[in-house]
């Protein structure tokens, strides 16, 4: 199949076509995508140099199987209705068209069959949305979700190359502060987006909506607090689960989470640091609150699981379904 990745040079973009390799995806041709700063650049795949084009209206007009999109609202706005009206599948990581209720919102392993006989755009949830869904979709299907509270501890790699850069010029003492709104280094900030009317933030309100459309499930509250954490890659979220009905045993809990896909449930202690590069979402220190509330520490690779894993699967899945491989 022909495939384009648009913002391939970034860390989600190179994460996609690296993700297209390792996932074996039946890729024949493959063009890359990027603003005229890294037109010309090579990226590798497969054990081939690829040239980085520059983006334009004409290039949607391509006629391909996929176009996977990362690289920011406006430009998915701008160009990803392009590709679709010329008959590519587009696969949007931006918050572009998330909340649109024509456009399919999709975690593969939640609601897969929302890609059977589709065309247009799909979009993939905000990263920290994702990573929480894996790990609390078979619990709504036994239990019955009534409320979930949560807090994230999101590295500096969900705001792409520049949050990283930022972090890293920070520790070398430079005093750059143009991604987060208070120094990162040797800190922790409670605000990721602008705050809303209901002083709740951007961020926040992606996990309300989304978490609700995914589910498909708009009963369900969800109170979050979004924090980021000067950690480069791998999100965090200390996640709090209500229940309509209670459950039997942790025991009984565990096993239920488990029986998700790519979601592994274990008594280690796992940190951001370790998930880096994994294409899973890991729960451990699950609790008993109550007999209708657990709690537990959810860490994934934001990257990965977060954005270029999550696209790759939906292309595998939609590929699949509609007889394209
Ligand atoms: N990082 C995460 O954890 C995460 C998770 C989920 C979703 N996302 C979403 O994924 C998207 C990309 O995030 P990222 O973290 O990969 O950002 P990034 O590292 O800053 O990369 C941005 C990419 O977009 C390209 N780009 C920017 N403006 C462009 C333009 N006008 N025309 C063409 N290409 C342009 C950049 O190309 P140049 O190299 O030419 O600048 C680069 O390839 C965003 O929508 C973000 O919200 C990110």
Known sequence: MKVGVVGATGEVGRTMVKVLEEFDVPVTELRLFASERSAGKELEFKGRKIRVELLTEDAMKWKCDYFLFS????????????????????IDNSSAFRMEKDVPLVVPEVNSHLLEGYTGIIANPNCSTIQMILSIYKLHEVYGIKEIFVATYQSVSGAGRKGIEELLAQERGENISKVFPKPIHRNVIPLIGDIQDNLFTQEEMKMVNETRKILNDYSIKVYPTTVRVPVLYGHSEAIMVRFRKPFESLERVREVISSGEDVVVTDELITAVDVTGKNETYVCRLRAGDENTILFWN???????????????????????????
């Open 71 to 90: 690289a920011g609202a406006s430009v998915s706005r701008k160009f990803a209705p392009i590709a679709s009206e010329n008959g590519a599948t587009v």
């Open 299 to 325: 860490v994934a690779d934001n990257i990965r699981v977060g954005a270029a894993t999550n696209a790759v699967r939906i292309l595998l899945k939609h590929a699949k379904m509609n007889g394209r491989m």
